[in-house]
C-alpha cells in the first residue's frame, strides 16, 4: 500500500494595463467584417502593493461568480463563442466522428478483496463508468454501482473507492458537478444497497479500512461557512468512521490545530497494525510521514519523519521494519528498510538502488517488489525480492505507459494496463510465479492505428538542456512546413507525461494533425532534479522549454507558426498563458485550459496555496518578481496581435478557481489588436476535469477541434 499524500494527488513586469472601457455590459457579441464584437467589460481601479510594486487588477469584480455582472458576462461570453463555433462548417461532422471514435469499451484495471474482483467498465458512451462485482475474474460480473443512475445529465461520478478486508463492504465518494467536494457512503457488496452512513465534506482522501471490517479512517475539512467553491481550505484532518454511525460520532484521530496548511492522508497496513499518515504542505514539494499504532487505543502518532527534507512514501513492511521509498540523497528515488524503533538514516537498509532511470512507485504483491520506472517518459517494471534482489523485468513493446501491479503480499496474481498513443487501454493479468503475462481485456476501436507511427525526439532548450518529445502522426508525413500540429505540456508538480491514448488524438490524426508532447522540466519525467529545475524562480525554464519545442517543429519544418497550436490544462494552462504572452507571434492558436492565470493571487482562492511549494508565493519579494514576470494575466500588452485563442474553465472548478480564465479572457479581449478571436467557452455543472461525462468531453473536444480547423485554416477531413 502506498499512503503518502503527493503532489500529483492534489494536484498545474510590469502593470496590469488594459484598456479603459465602458462599465455597463453589453449584448451578446457580433461578428463585424470578420472581427469579434466581445461583450463589454467594466474596470476597477483595483491597485495592490506588492513590496513597494504597485499592480493593478482591473477586472477583480470577476472574482464573484454569483455576483449578477458576472452571470451575465458568463452568458454573453458563451453566446458569442458558441455564435462563432456555428460559422464553423465542419463542426458537426468532427462530433459525429469524435463520437463513432469515443464509443469502444474501456475497461479499468482489476482489483480483489475478500476473494472477489472488482473493476470498471464503460460499454464506450456512457456518461460514467460503471463499477463491476465478480466471484472469479473469467465469470460474468454484476454491477455493483453505476453513477449514470445518480443523475439525469451524467454528472455525479465515482471519486473514489474502498473495499473492506472481506469483501462484503464498499466505502465509496461521489463528486457533483466535478467538485472536488465528496460525499462518502458505505454499500453493501452482495446486496448493493447502501446502508445509512454519510460522510459528507470530504476532500482529498480515501477510505482506509480497519482489518475488523468495522470502520474506515478517511480525510476531511470542517464544513465551508463561505462559498464552498471559493472558501480557502484550512485544517485537514483525519477521522474514523464506525460503519452504521452518524457522521457526529466519528472519532477524530489526528490533526494539527497549528498546521492549517498540512494535507493529512490515512492508510492502514496490511498486518493491520498501523495507521499510516502521509503529510503534504503547501509551502514545500517535500512530506513527512507519520504513523500510529493501532493495537494501542492509548498510543500516540509518531512523528517518524517530519523534517520536510525528502519525500517519503510508505510501500509496506515486516513487523517495525518499514520498507520506504525516498529521494533522500537519491533524487530520481529508491527503496530503503527502516526500523522504526531505530529510525535514524545510519540505521537504514538500502533494498532498492537510486538508478539511471526514475523510480515512479512501488508495490509489494506476491512477496515481492514491483518497482515502475521511467525511462525517458516510458514504463519499465523491474521485479525485486524483498531482500532487494532484482529477479526480471516486465517486458513492454513500443513506446508506453504501463500502470497497476496492485495487489497483497499473499496474492499470486496482479493485473496492469498497457497504452500508448496509437493503443488503446488493455488490461492484462500477470502471474507472479510464472511471469506469465495472459491478456484479459482489450477494447476495439474503430480507428485505422496503423497507419500512423509514434517517434520520440530530443530537442535543446534555451540553456542547453536535453529535453524529450513523443511525436505522433501519420507514416510517410512530408516535412515541408505545413502540417497543423497541436504541442501539449504540462511541466510542473513532478507529474509526467507518458505515452496513452485517447481518441480525441484519434480524431485529430484522421484529421491530418500531428500530435506532440513535450516532457518539460518540472514534470517528474528526470526525478526531483528535473523537478526543481522548473519550480518557483526556474519556472521560466519550463516555458523556455516549450517555446523550444515549438522552434524545433517548426526548424524541423513539420509545421510553420500559422499552423502550429499550442494546448495545456490546470498547469498546462498557466503554460500556455505564459507562452502566448511572451511569443505570440510564435504560435497560430492558443488552447490554456482551466489555467491558473493570475500567480499574485491564486493562493487566496480553495486550495490553492497548496501550489507555493511549486509556484513561490507573490508574499515573498524574490517570489514575487519571478511570478511578475511571467503571470499570464499580468503580462498582457494592449495593442498586440494575439493568436486564435479559446480560453476554457468550468463554473464549478473548485481546484483552479474559474476567475483565473474569466480574468485573462477579458484582459486579452480588451488588449487584442487584428481580426484573431479572443473567445472564453465555460462549461456549466463541470468542475476541474475529473469525472466529467462523456457527453460534455465530447461537446467540448468538438468545439476545440472546429476552433482550431478554422484558425489553422486546415483542409476539411
Same mark, same amino acid.
Given at each position: 500500500?502506498?499512503?503518502?499524500?503527493?503532489?500529483?494527488?492534489?494536484?498545474?513586469?510590469?502593470?496590469?494595463?488594459?484598456?479603459?472601457?465602458?462599465?455597463?455590459?453589453?449584448?451578446?457579441?457580433?461578428?463585424?467584417?470578420?472581427?469579434?464584437?466581445?461583450?463589454?467589460?467594466?474596470?476597477?481601479?483595483?491597485?495592490?502593493?506588492?513590496?513597494?510594486?504597485?499592480?493593478?487588477?482591473?477586472?477583480?469584480? !470577476?472574482?464573484?461568480?454569483?455576483?449578477?455582472?458576472?452571470?451575465?458576462?458568463?452568458?454573453?461570453? =458563451?453566446?458569442?463563442?458558441?455564435?462563432?463555433?456555428?460559422?464553423?462548417?465542419?463542426?458537426?461532422?468532427?462530433?459525429?466522428?469524435?463520437?463513432?471514435?469515443?464509443?469502444y469499451?474501456?475497461?479499468?484495471?482489476?482489483?480483489?478483496?475478500?476473494?472477489?474482483?472488482?473493476?470498471?467498465?464503460?460499454?464506450?458512451?456512457?456518461?460514467?463508468?460503471?463499477?463491476?462485482?465478480t466471484?472469479?475474474?473469467?465469470?460474468?460480473?454484476?454491477?455493483?454501482?453505476?453513477? =449514470?443512475?445518480?443523475?439525469? @445529465?451524467?454528472?455525479?461520478?465515482?471519486?473514489?473507492?474502498?473495499?473492506?478486508?472481506?469483501?462484503?463492504?464498499?466505502?465509496?465518494?461521489v463528486?457533483?458537478?466535478?467538485s472536488?467536494?465528496?460525499?462518502?457512503?458505505v454499500?453493501?457488496?452482495?446486496?448493493?444497497?447502501?446502508?445509512?452512513d454519510?460522510?459528507?465534506?470530504?476532500?482529498?482522501?480515501?477510505?482506509?479500512?480497519?482489518?475488523d471490517? &468495522?470502520?474506515?479512517?478517511?480525510?476531511?475539512?470542517?464544513?465551508?461557512?463561505?462559498?464552498?467553491?471559493?472558501?480557502?481550505?484550512?485544517?485537514?484532518?483525519?477521522?474514523?468512521?464506525?460503519?452504521?454511525?452518524?457522521?457526529?460520532?466519528?472519532?477524530?484521530?489526528?490533526?494539527?490545530?497549528?498546521?492549517?496548511?498540512?494535507?493529512?492522508?490515512?492508510?492502514?497496513?496490511?498486518?493491520?497494525?498501523?495507521?499510516?499518515?502521509?503529510?503534504?504542505?503547501?509551502?514545500?514539494? =517535500?512530506?513527512? !510521514?507519520?504513523?500510529?499504532?493501532?493495537?494501542?487505543?492509548?498510543?500516540?502518532v509518531? #512523528?517518524?519523519?517530519?523534517?520536510?527534507?525528502?519525500?517519503?512514501?510508505?510501500?509496506?513492511?515486516?513487523?517495525t521494519?518499514?520498507?520506504?521509498?525516498?529521494?533522500?540523497?537519491?533524487?530520481?528515488?529508491?527503496?530503503?528498510?527502516?526500523?522504526?524503533?531505530?529510525?535514524?538514516?545510519?540505521?537504514?537498509? #538500502?533494498?532498492?538502488?537510486?538508478? #539511471? =532511470?526514475?523510480?515512479?512507485?512501488?508495490?509489494?504483491?506476491?512477496?515481492?517488489?514491483f518497482?515502475?520506472?521511467?525511462?525517458?517518459?516510458?514504463?519499465?517494471?523491474?521485479?525485486?525480492? !524483498?531482500?532487494?534482489?532484482?529477479?526480471?523485468?516486465?517486458t513492454?513493446?513500443?513506446l508506453?505507459?504501463?500502470?497497476?501491479?496492485?495487489?497483497?503480499?499473499?496474492?499470486?496474481?496482479?493485473?496492469?494496463?498497457?497504452s500508448?498513443?496509437?493503443?488503446?487501454?488493455?488490461?492484462?493479468?500477470?502471474?507472479?510465479?510464472?511471469? &506469465?503475462?495472459?491478456?484479459?481485456?482489450?477494447?476495439?476501436?474503430?480507428?485505422?492505428?496503423?497507419?500512423?507511427?509514434?517517434?520520440?525526439?530530443?530537442?535543446?532548450?534555451k540553456?542547453?538542456?536535453?529535453?524529450?518529445?513523443?511525436?505522433?502522426?501519420?507514416?510517410g508525413?512530408?516535412?515541408?512546413?505545413?502540417?497543423?500540429?497541436?504541442?501539449?505540456?504540462?511541466?510542473?508538480?513532478?507529474?509526467?507525461?507518458?505515452?496513452?491514448?485517447?481518441?480525441?488524438?484519434?480524431?485529430?490524426?484522421?484529421?491530418?494533425?500531428?500530435?506532440?508532447?513535450?516532457?518539460?522540466?518540472?514534470?517528474?519525467?528526470?526525478? #526531483?532534479?528535473?523537478?526543481?529545475?522548473?519550480?518557483?524562480?526556474?519556472?521560466?525554464?519550463?516555458?523556455?522549454?516549450?517555446?523550444?519545442?515549438?522552434?524545433?517543429?517548426?526548424?524541423?519544418r513539420?509545421?510553420?507558426?500559422?499552423?502550429?497550436?499550442?494546448?495545456?490544462?490546470?498547469?498546462?494552462?498557466?503554460?500556455?498563458?505564459?507562452?502566448?504572452?511572451?511569443?505570440?507571434?510564435?504560435?497560430?492558436?492558443?488552447?490554456?485550459?482551466?489555467?491558473?492565470?493570475?500567480?499574485?493571487?491564486?493562493?487566496?482562492?480553495?486550495?490553492?496555496?497548496?501550489?507555493?511549494?511549486?509556484?513561490?508565493?507573490?508574499?515573498?519579494?524574490?517570489?514575487?518578481?519571478?511570478?511578475?514576470?511571467?503571470?499570464?494575466?499580468?503580462?498582457?500588452?494592449?495593442?498586440?496581435?494575439?493568436?486564435?485563442?479559446?480560453?476554457?474553465?468550468?463554473?464549478?472548478?473548485?481546484?483552479?478557481?474559474?476567475?483565473?480564465?474569466?480574468?485573462f479572457?477579458?484582459?486579452?479581449?480588451?488588449?487584442?489588436?487584428?481580426?484573431?478571436?479572443?473567445?472564453?467557452?465555460?462549461?456549466?455543472?463541470?468542475?476541474?476535469?475529473?469525472?466529467?461525462?462523456?457527453?460534455?468531453?465530447?461537446?467540448?473536444?468538438? @468545439?476545440?477541434?472546429?476552433?482550431?480547423?478554422?484558425?489553422?485554416?486546415?483542409?476539411?477531413?
Amino acid at each position: 500500500m502506498s499512503c503518502t499524500l503527493s503532489r500529483r494527488t492534489l494536484w498545474m513586469s510590469g502593470l496590469a494595463v488594459c484598456a479603459a472601457i465602458s462599465p455597463a455590459l453589453a449584448q451578446p457579441a457580433k461578428q463585424l467584417a470578420g472581427k469579434v464584437v466581445y461583450p463589454t467589460a467594466k474596470t476597477v481601479d483595483q491597485v495592490d502593493d506588492y513590496h513597494g510594486t504597485k499592480v493593478a487588477d482591473p477586472y477583480r469584480w !470577476l472574482e464573484e461568480p454569483d455576483s449578477p455582472e458576472t452571470k451575465a458576462w458568463v452568458t454573453a461570453q =458563451n453566446e458569442i463563442t458558441n455564435a462563432w463555433l456555428d460559422t464553423v462548417p465542419e463542426r458537426s461532422r468532427i462530433k459525429e466522428r469524435l463520437t463513432n471514435l469515443w464509443n469502444y469499451e474501456k475497461f479499468g484495471v482489476p482489483f480483489k478483496e475478500g476473494g472477489k474482483y472488482f473493476f470498471t467498465r464503460n460499454d464506450g458512451l456512457q456518461n460514467q463508468s460503471v463499477l463491476y462485482v465478480t466471484d472469479a475474474i473469467e465469470a460474468t460480473p454484476r454491477v455493483l454501482l453505476d453513477p =449514470n443512475t445518480l443523475s439525469k @445529465d451524467g454528472t455525479i461520478a465515482l471519486a473514489g473507492a474502498s473495499v473492506s478486508d472481506d469483501g462484503k463492504l464498499m466505502a465509496y465518494g461521489v463528486s457533483e458537478a466535478g467538485s472536488d467536494w465528496n460525499t462518502w457512503r458505505v454499500r453493501d457488496v452482495l446486496t448493493g444497497k447502501d446502508l445509512s452512513d454519510e460522510l459528507k465534506w470530504v476532500k482529498f482522501s480515501g477510505a482506509a479500512w480497519t482489518k475488523d471490517n &468495522k470502520g474506515f479512517f478517511y480525510s476531511r475539512y470542517d464544513a465551508p461557512t463561505g462559498d464552498a467553491i471559493k472558501s480557502v481550505n484550512n485544517f485537514h484532518k483525519i477521522f474514523y468512521h464506525v460503519v452504521g454511525t452518524t457522521q457526529d460520532k466519528d472519532v477524530l484521530v489526528f490533526d494539527r490545530n497549528d498546521q492549517p496548511e498540512w494535507y493529512l492522508g490515512g492508510g492502514v497496513t496490511e498486518d493491520g497494525k498501523y495507521l499510516i499518515i502521509g503529510v503534504s504542505a503547501g509551502k514545500t514539494i =517535500n512530506n513527512a !510521514l507519520f504513523y500510529k499504532d493501532l493495537s494501542d487505543p492509548k498510543s500516540k502518532v509518531v #512523528e517518524l519523519f517530519n523534517k520536510f527534507d525528502a519525500d517519503y512514501n510508505f510501500v509496506g513492511n515486516t513487523g517495525t521494519t518499514f520498507w520506504i521509498q525516498t529521494n533522500l540523497n537519491a533524487p530520481r528515488s529508491r527503496v530503503v528498510a527502516v526500523d522504526i524503533t531505530k529510525p535514524d538514516v545510519s540505521s537504514w537498509k #538500502e533494498l532498492i538502488a537510486q538508478s #539511471e =532511470n526514475t523510480l515512479q512507485g512501488v508495490s509489494v504483491v506476491g512477496q515481492r517488489f514491483f518497482a515502475s520506472y521511467l525511462k525517458d517518459a516510458t514504463t519499465q517494471v523491474r521485479i525485486h525480492e !524483498l531482500d532487494g534482489a532484482h529477479i526480471v523485468d516486465v517486458t513492454f513493446p513500443g513506446l508506453c505507459t504501463a500502470g497497476g501491479f496492485g495487489g497483497k503480499p499473499t496474492d499470486t496474481e496482479t493485473f496492469y494496463s498497457y497504452s500508448g498513443y496509437l493503443n488503446p487501454g488493455s488490461i492484462f493479468r500477470y502471474e507472479i510465479k510464472t511471469g &506469465k503475462s495472459t491478456l484479459f481485456r482489450s477494447p476495439k476501436v474503430d480507428f485505422n492505428a496503423d497507419a500512423y507511427e509514434t517517434k520520440q525526439v530530443f530537442f535543446k532548450s534555451k540553456d542547453g538542456t536535453r529535453v524529450p518529445m513523443f511525436l505522433t502522426h501519420k507514416k510517410g508525413i512530408l516535412l515541408d512546413s505545413s502540417n497543423p500540429t497541436l504541442l501539449y505540456g504540462y511541466g510542473g508538480f513532478n507529474i509526467s507525461l507518458t505515452p496513452g491514448f485517447s481518441p480525441t488524438v484519434a480524431r485529430w490524426l484522421e484529421m491530418g494533425g500531428v500530435y506532440a508532447v513535450a516532457n518539460l522540466r518540472g514534470g517528474g519525467e528526470y526525478g #526531483e532534479d528535473w523537478h526543481k529545475g522548473g519550480m518557483t524562480v526556474n519556472k521560466q525554464n519550463v516555458f523556455d522549454d516549450f517555446i523550444s519545442a515549438a522552434e524545433w517543429l517548426i526548424s524541423s519544418r513539420y509545421t510553420s507558426s500559422k499552423k502550429l497550436a499550442i494546448q495545456g490544462g490546470s498547469n498546462g494552462g498557466l503554460l500556455v498563458g505564459a507562452c502566448m504572452t511572451q511569443r505570440p507571434e510564435l504560435f497560430g492558436a492558443c488552447l490554456p485550459a482551466v489555467g491558473v492565470m493570475d500567480m499574485l493571487r491564486f493562493h487566496t482562492f480553495t486550495i490553492g496555496w497548496g501550489w507555493v511549494g511549486d509556484y513561490g508565493s507573490s508574499a515573498d519579494p524574490e517570489q514575487f518578481k519571478a511570478l511578475r514576470a511571467y503571470s499570464p494575466y499580468h503580462n498582457i500588452k494592449p495593442g498586440t496581435a494575439y493568436p486564435p485563442t479559446m480560453v476554457t474553465t468550468a463554473d464549478h472548478d473548485d481546484r483552479v478557481y474559474p476567475a483565473h480564465s474569466f480574468k485573462f479572457a477579458a484582459a486579452m479581449q480588451a488588449a487584442q489588436s487584428g481580426d484573431n478571436p479572443i473567445l472564453i467557452r465555460i462549461e456549466t455543472r463541470a468542475g476541474h476535469g475529473a469525472g466529467k461525462p462523456t457527453s460534455k468531453r465530447i461537446e467540448e473536444a468538438s @468545439d476545440i477541434f472546429a476552433f482550431l480547423s478554422k484558425s489553422l485554416d486546415m483542409k476539411s477531413n
